[in-house]
């Protein structure tokens, strides 16, 4: 039988543990906050000050904290560390320099990885949050140069997103959401018709990428999808079968 040692944790058994943003709003299926949005266990750790609003300004200030935060999810044990929050990406650095488990902070990450999938100069669409945010240097430190075609669709002008999301009025409608995400995905194809894939950069979207697929017929991406590699990666499984 194996032998075990114990930790400095009080539960056992996390793949990947989930650093989340100081914020109100229903985290639905799909959603990178809710648990039965995978099919491995997950550990979330809020990181208490650390606003949208702060995130999204890039505060500096908020680097200890969620370095902090990242070392207690490591403490327990887990593989790999993400976030909900695509604008973490600014603290990815300073958290991959504390731990030595994989981290994986943001979904614009994946962003080089799919243009490495299609012809050079092919769009690889985003849907981001706030376009007025996701500028030159967010994107540079997700790894994005500037011979990646990479165009952007914020939502902070749809009436439900901005409530809902940016202002956390609390509630959420589903179905309203769904809508406008899948307007975005439309007015980014049918401007740029040779689009090869499309991230969702919010990791409150992820419900909505199969509509987005069904929509454009388009590979789509998010924060799942990359949580869900890293995990593949970090708990490989023997293979049986019949040969």
Not at 33 to 45: D, E, I, M, Q, W
Not at 207 to 231: H, N, R, S, W
């Amino acid at each position: 039988m194996p032998k075990y040692r114990a930790r400095n944790a009080d539960t056992y058994g996390h793949a990947v543990g989930i650093l989340l943003l100081d914020y109100r709003a229903p985290f639905i299926p799909g959603d990178v906050g809710n648990a039965t949005s995978y099919r491995y266990p997950v550990l979330f750790k809020a990181v208490k000050g650390l606003t949208l609003d702060r995130v999204l300004a890039g505060d500096p200030a908020c680097a200890a904290s969620i370095v902090e935060a990242t070392r207690e999810l490591e403490e327990f044990g887990v593989r790999g560390i993400s976030s909900d929050c695509g604008f973490l990406v600014q603290y990815q650095d300073a958290v991959r320099k504390a731990v030595q488990v994989p981290v994986f902070m943001s979904s614009l990450l994946q962003i080089p990885f799919l243009a490495q999938m299609f012809k050079p100069g092919r769009p690889i669409g985003c849907i981001t949050a706030t376009r007025q945010k996701l500028g030159n240097r967010v994107l540079e430190l997700a790894g994005v140069h500037s011979e990646i075609n990479v165009v952007i669709r914020g939502m902070e002008d749809l009436p439900h997103f901005k409530e809902a999301v940016l202002h956390e009025r609390g509630d959420l409608d589903s179905d309203l959401l769904e809508a406008e995400t899948v307007a975005c995905a439309r007015e980014l194809q049918e401007r740029h018709p040779d689009m090869g894939a499309i991230l969702l950069e919010c990791s409150m979207l992820p419900p909505y990428a199969k509509a987005v697929q069904d929509e454009t017929g388009l590979p789509v991406f998010d924060f799942l999808t990359m949580i869900d590699y890293a995990y593949a990666g970090t708990h490989r499984r023997a293979y049986q079968g019949y040969y």
